[in-house]
């Protein structure tokens, strides 16, 4: 068994293959010289943890792949696949026999399509390198200029803020995080980061980068107007015991309802706005290069089956670099850059290497920390017709997604340290048994979610 990339899923579906009894060897190929390391840690305490304590955690102790019989080729690069003679082509030259082969390659950030990027400078975060190259230019005081409000782009200007920057984000949408997370939730986090002392504009495009003097240079742009589905939302009222709904409609073209976000220019916008270092934060590119000299089969990303098949029989592919169809979703198919969607595919793709017909139907799960705050997300909020909101007596509300026939898809909330996971376990427990609540119990708070999880079919 043969695995390129050597990140979350491409390490622990080596350890697994181990674990689940293949006897045979084992090579994991890894593109960095470091040993396997966890990288979401890469955009929160590594940026801001103390001094000396900038090493990300390792996934496994040393010698444990050693010990487990995996032979780990660390610093090397695969350049090609040969699919006769069933080899993997190193850039060295080397080349390593496989029965089965794993494609874990990841994503790399996608770079920032503006005038004057050749200018130099931007950084971006997706390594154990970049996150100290960065680490080394937070310092009090220095301006910050984050481009991108998704999760990435928050996480960083979070870290920024913590060590005493002076943070500037610049999103193109409407609002933040608007590919993934319930509005009302962004709001919510997008408050807190105004609350810190960091400058959100959203609605306005970088149009063009210089660099003058030693300082970066951005001109911004008009605001957006973006179209989308309007969401009508019923009058909302804490004090009352009545559940809440947000009905979406299926067509319109105004977001007209969604709560305020400052989107108007400001003076200040018609300046070019200076300086230290800008981070980009702008999404992410799967790794499909590979995939696609060996005559594979790409769909955003390299395309698999349910699993995690690609479209040759002896080659596998899991975690960011894939698209696969997802059954709690009729079967759309999807990609995800997520650390607990590597972990899960890790481990299910070594099954399958090993013969396992059992579909990967995991339900998707997110999270990030932000100050003080703990989001996460369990299931695809974009697919649902209906929203539920249960408002907890703790001031928390958890957002629930349900489908046009009443079909729980997703949940997600925010709060304070710790205090949303039991709840966003639970609801992810029901997306997984298909369970349809009633709507008016799912947003009464005194009925607990485990009661509704007894409900739920098995």
């Not at 050597?6 to 390490?11: H, L, P």
């Not at 060590?163 to 807190?192: K, N, Q």
């Not at 017709?385 to 509300?397: C, F, K, P, S």
């Amino acid at each position: 068994m043969v695995v390129v990339g050597a990140g979350e899923c491409g390490t622990r579906a080596a350890v697994e293959l181990r674990e689940a009894g293949w006897t045979g060897s084992i090579t994991l190929v890894g593109a960095e010289h470091s040993p396997p390391y966890e990288r979401p840690p890469l955009s929160k305490y590594v940026l801001t943890g103390s001094e000396g304590n900038v090493e990300p955690p390792a996934l496994y102790e040393d010698g444990a792949l050693r010990d487990a019989g995996i032979e780990y080729v660390a610093g090397a690069t695969v350049t090609g696949v040969d699919r006769d003679a069933h080899e993997a082509v190193l850039a060295d030259g080397r080349r390593i026999p496989y029965e089965r082969l794993l494609l874990a390659t990841g994503a790399s950030a996608r770079r920032l399509p503006v005038a004057g990027i050749e200018a130099g400078g931007v950084c971006y975060l997706r390594s154990r390198a970049d996150a100290i190259v960065l680490r080394d230019r937070l310092r009090p005081g220095a301006r910050i200029g984050v481009i991108g409000a998704g999760f990435i782009g928050l996480e960083l200007a979070a870290a920024a803020a913590a060590r005493g920057c002076d943070v500037t984000v610049i999103e193109a949408a409407p609002r933040p995080m608007s590919r993934a997370v319930p509005t009302d939730i962004a709001t919510a986090v997008a408050d807190r980061h105004r609350q810190a002392g960091v400058d959100l504009r959203c609605g306005l495009a970088v149009e063009r980068l210089t660099r003058r003097d030693g300082a970066l240079l951005l001109e911004l742009g008009a605001p957006l107007e973006v179209p989308g589905p309007a969401v009508h939302r019923l009058p909302r009222n804490r004090d009352s015991s009545l559940p809440h709904f947000r009905l979406r409609s299926s067509g319109g073209t105004s977001i007209a309802a969604e709560p305020h976000i400052e989107t108007a220019p400001r003076p200040s916008e018609a300046l070019p706005l200076a300086f230290d270092t800008v981070v980009a934060g702008v999404g992410a590119v799967p790794e499909t290069t590979l995939a696609e000299k060996a005559g594979l089969a790409i769909d955003n990303g390299i395309r698999v089956d349910d699993r995690l098949t690609t479209s040759d029989p002896d080659i596998f592919a899991a975690g960011d670099c894939c698209s696969f169809p997802h059954p709690l979703y009729g079967g759309r198919r999807i990609r995800l850059e997520a650390w607990r969607n590597a972990q899960d595919q890790g481990r299910a793709v070594a099954r399958s290497m090993l013969g396992d017909e059992q579909p990967f139907a995991v339900v998707p799960w997110f999270w990030s920390d932000q100050f003080d705050l703990t989001l996460q997300i369990a299931g695809l909020p974009d697919a649902a017709a209906q929203e539920v909101v249960r408002d907890r007596r703790d001031g928390v509300a958890i957002q629930f997604g349900l489908g046009d026939d009443g079909r729980l898809l997703s949940a997600a909330a925010v709060g304070a340290g710790n205090a949303v996971a039991k709840d966003i376990r639970l609801a992810e427990m029901l997306i997984a048994r298909r369970a349809v609540p009633d709507p008016a119990t799912l947003a009464d708070p005194a009925v607990p979610l485990k009661t509704l999880l007894r409900q739920a079919p098995s």
